[in-house]
T-cell receptor, first 111, second 114 residues
Framework: DAKTTQPNSMESNEEEPVHLPCNHS???????IHWYRQLPSQGPEYVIH???SNVNNRMASLAIAEDRKSSTLILHRATLRDAAVYYC????????????FGKGTKLTVNP | DAMVIQNPRYQVTQFGKPVTLSCSQT?????MYWYQQKSSQAPKLLFH???????NEADTPDNFQSRRPNTSFCFLDIRSPGLGDAAMYLC?????????????FGDGTRLSIL
């Protein structure tokens, strides 16, 4: 299984950009990199995913290193509503395509 | 809005008393998943259905069963709940098994065992 390493916690101020790093050095060439977040008392929410190229959507940007061993989720302007646990997940795990959640990064956003 | 709905949001049962949690989806997705999330832990996949094909995770206890009578509904049955089964249970769907497909989660059912 591709293992991921994320900081346990990060802190940001409202309206500032946030860069959430993830190391996935054992990722295989066909694994997509997914990011989900989980707000308190809610189910996880899909944020973004990518394979090789950087990706943008209305929620965030995903920057993938050229060697694919790491990626960074970028929230361009953090809001209080972005306070959540962020999970970085390679998509191919244990011989099948499934999500295996690691511990994630707890993001705190200060007003 | 199309969504994944879990009922109830909170469920209390007695030790050893069978309990069923339900999940419905309006996304018409082929795949439905059940996850268990214990307090301060990450979600852990229990099993999933690809259409009518059931796929169990190797370490899911036999106490946990699932049924999918049609595309829209999926049930999680816990035959004899123990105190260790107290957790949030999350249902998710995806159009295909995850690779290039995001999963859509419900808000979960929090199960308490008395």
């Amino acid at each position: 299984d591709a293992k991921t390493t994320q900081p346990n916690s990060m802190e940001s101020n409202e309206e500032e950009p946030v860069h959430l790093p993830c190391n996935h050095s054992t990722i295989s060439g066909t694994d997509y990199i997914h990011w989900y977040r989980q707000l308190p008392s809610q189910g996880p929410e899909y944020v973004i995913h990518g394979l090789t190229s950087n990706v943008n959507n209305r929620m965030a940007s995903l920057a993938i290193a050229e060697d694919r061993k790491s990626s960074t989720l970028i929230l361009h302007r953090a809001t209080l509503r972005d306070a959540a646990v962020y999970y970085c997940i390679p998509s191919y795990q244990g011989g099948s395509e499934k999500l295996v959640f690691g511990k994630g990064t707890k993001l705190t956003v200060n007003p | 809005d199309a969504m994944v709905i879990q009922n109830p949001r909170y469920q209390v049962t007695q030790f050893g008393k069978p309990v069923t949690l339900s999940c419905s989806q309006t996304l018409n997705h082929n795949v439905m998943y059940w996850y268990q999330q214990k307090s301060s832990q990450a979600p852990k996949l229990l099993f999933h259905y690809y259409d009518k094909d059931f796929n169990n995770e190797a370490d899911t206890p036999d106490n946990f069963q699932s049924r999918r009578p049609n595309t829209s509904f999926c049930f999680l049955d816990i035959r004899s709940p123990g105190l260790g089964d107290a957790a949030m249970y999350l249902c998710a769907t995806s159009r295909l098994t995850t690779g290039n497909q995001p999963q859509h989660f419900g808000d979960g059912t929090r199960l308490s065992i008395l």
